[in-house]
């Protein structure tokens, strides 16, 4: 059975995830259709890149992910196909991939194939469909088009490690309004080395001085920071919004501190 995941800024209400939904059982026998997210703000494809890299892991591998953001082709940004880590990517090569995977991935070739239909609006319909339905039946990478050296880099700002300091910034906040930063375990457990901390952003009262195993390690309405399931730094607060409550957007600086003790 053929699992095809679709990702979109489409929204809910209009035509465009039926639509392809349809072209995809009309094409592939008993695929096994899965709704990602069809929510992400429009042409947001940092948004969809932290949604993608943590939810395809967990998909059985060959499965076929659509990508349906900014999905215009041209010179600039050629449809692709992509094979990564055991999983099939079809998308615009407008910098999303370069986000997602921390590595290079084991093929790239770009789309060069008929659509059946000749309005170039609606390429998930009309192009992705139809090379997913393609790896389906078993055909190579190689047999969709030329190879594609080099994937378009949208270059993800790294967080700033200095000897008592990492500084980062807030990559994404989700429906919860928790708030990610773009700090690794890692990255954090390197430049600690056991000492004391404080995670600071807004003013230094902010800060928090500990890390939670979970949102119910403190009291209800607390603010707490924690490694989640996605391995980068969560700001919460236990049934409560944080980004609303602590004011942290999108690209908002945040600061881990260390402190000697003598």
Known sequence: MTIVTLTSDWGLGSHYAGAVKGTLLKLIPGVNIVDISHQIP???????????????????????????????GGLESPHIAVKHQG????GADNGI????????????????????????TFSTRDVFVRAASMIAAGKTLSELGPGHPKLNERILFRPVVHPDQIIGKVIFIDEYENVFVNIDQPTFRKA????????????????????????????????????GSTGFLEIAINRGKASGLLGLRLNDTVSIDFHTDH
């Open 42 to 72: 429009c042409f947001n494809i940092m948004h969809a890149s932290f949604v993608l890299r943590n939810a395809y892991p967990q998909f059985p591998e060959g499965s076929i992910h659509l990508v349906g953001i900014n999905t215009e």
């Open 87 to 90: 999983h099939y990517f079809i």
């Open 97 to 120: 991939f370069s986000l997602m995977f921390d590595q290079n991935p084991q093929e790239v070739v770009e789309i060069d194939i008929i659509q059946d239909s000749d309005y170039f």
């Open 192 to 227: 600690s080395k056991g000492r004391t901390f404080s995670i600071n952003f807004r003013s230094f009262e902010d800060g928090i001085e500990h890390l939670s195993q979970s949102y119910s390690d403190v009291v209800e309405g607390e603010k707490l920071a924690l490694f």
